[in-house]
Structures are given as C-alpha cells and as structure tokens.
C-alpha cells in the first residue's frame, strides 16, 4: 500500500522568506503522481504544485517549487518569498499512475509571521 | 478554471435523521467523483469513488449502507449519511477530476450531529 509521510506537524516563517516542507512517500509503482495541496482557514483544498515521477526537472508555480528525489522518495515544497496568505496547512499526497485516488498526508500546519 | 460545487456548506440535524450533501462540477463532466472525509486537525481520507451510472467503490471500513452515494449524471453526485449519530459529525469533501487531468474539490460540508 501506498503511504505519504509528513514529519513536521507545524512550521512557521517570517514573512519574506523562505521555508521547506518535508514530504516522503512509499510505493512500489514506477508511474505516479505527487501533489502539495494547501488548505486555508475556509478548508477549500488547492492545488498548489503537481510533479510527474517520469519527469526528472522540478515541478514549479512561481514562488512555489519541490526538491523531488525520486531514489529516495523525497518530494519536498519550497516557497519563496513567504506571504501572510500563505498560511494554511499543507498536504503532500500521492496518487498511481492510472488510478484516481489520492492518498494524503497528515498535513503539515504552516503559520507565516508578519 | 473548473468549479466544483458543495452544497450545503454547513449542516446541523438531529441524530437519527438523513443528510443529503451535493457535488456539482459546473463547467466540465465528470465521470468519476470522490467522496472524503476529515477530522478536525487530521487528513482527509477517501470514502468512496462515485462513478456515474454504476455503483459506488467504498473504501475498506466504509459502510456503505451508511453513506448512500449516487452519481446520476455527469455533473453530479450526492452523499447521503443515512441515520446520522454524532460520530459522522465530520467534515467532507467531495472532488471530481477536469478535462485538463486536474483534480478539483468542493468547498467542503461541515455535518454536526447532535
């Protein structure tokens, strides 16, 4: 079975600058997908960046970008240039080549300082 | 982009009684819709798999004659929590995938049962 692992339950960030969220996951399959999710106070989910295992090039999304390491089964968020709106928790997920469903982390609760 | 519609945003009943809760894709069609489920400060975790014109797909430990899922049409499926008790008091999210691969989500219902 699948499984997505969120090591950080909460972060925080001075405004401006920049954080990594750690994200890894397990899987035997070779064809997937990873995604980073972010859901604000409303709880609508958005979709914030989605990288292809076949792609080697880092996924990015203006200030938005992952550190994936496939050998390892890394797949990190980067985000420049923290914003006050930024904050929300984010969830890493993971989704297998030809299926549908998504399998999500716990979440990892980031909280940027003004 | 895509919309996804959840409707109602918010409900409260009384324990005994059915909610029904609606996903509308508004621009595109969806053949296949997600039903979710989260508990406060934790992740979502996937109730089932609509699939339009056939049966629900339920996740292992999901009852599925508790949670009634129809997919009528291509731009629509409903879940309804049938009998609710206080322990279905959750938050769910239903999603529905777009033309373009992308994986869209409803703003979410929050169900009190009291």
């Known amino acids: 079975a699948q499984t997505v692992t969120q090591s950080q339950p909460e972060m925080s960030v001075q405004e401006a600058e920049t954080v990594t969220l750690s994200c890894t996951y397990d899987?035997?399959?070779?064809?997937?997908?990873l995604f980073w999710y972010k859901q604000p106070p409303s709880r609508q989910m958005i979709l914030v960046i989605r990288?292809?295992?076949?792609?080697?090039q880092n996924a990015t999304e203006n200030r938005f970008s992952v550190n994936f390491q496939k050998a390892a089964k890394s797949f990190s968020l980067k985000i420049s240039d923290s914003q006050l709106g930024d904050t929300a928790m984010y969830f890493c997920?993971?989704?297998?080549?030809?299926?549908?469903?998504?399998?999500f982390g716990k979440g990892t609760k980031l909280t940027v300082n003004p | 982009g895509a919309v996804v519609s959840q409707h109602p945003s918010w409900v409260i009943c009384k324990s005994g009684t059915s909610v029904k809760i609606e996903c509308r894709s508004l621009?595109?069609?969806?053949?296949?819709m997600f039903w979710y489920r989260q508990f406060p400060k934790q992740s979502l975790m996937l109730m089932a798999t609509?699939?339009?014109?056939?049966?629900?797909?339920?996740e292992q430990g999901v009852e599925k004659d508790k949670f009634l899922i129809n997919h009528a049409s291509l731009t629509l499926s409903t879940l309804t929590v049938t009998s609710a008790h206080p322990e279905d008091s959750s938050f769910y999210i239903c999603?529905?995938?777009?033309?373009?691969?992308?994986?869209?989500f409803g703003s979410g219902t929050q169900l009190s049962v009291l």
């Open positions: 999603s529905a995938r777009g033309t373009n691969e992308k994986l869209f």
């Open positions: 609509s699939n339009e014109g056939s049966k629900a797909t339920y």
């Open positions: 899987t035997s399959e070779s064809n997937y997908y």
């Open positions: 990288q292809e295992a076949y792609k080697q």
């Open positions: 621009d595109f069609q969806a053949t296949t």
């Open positions: 997920a993971f989704t297998q080549g030809g299926s549908e469903k998504l399998v």
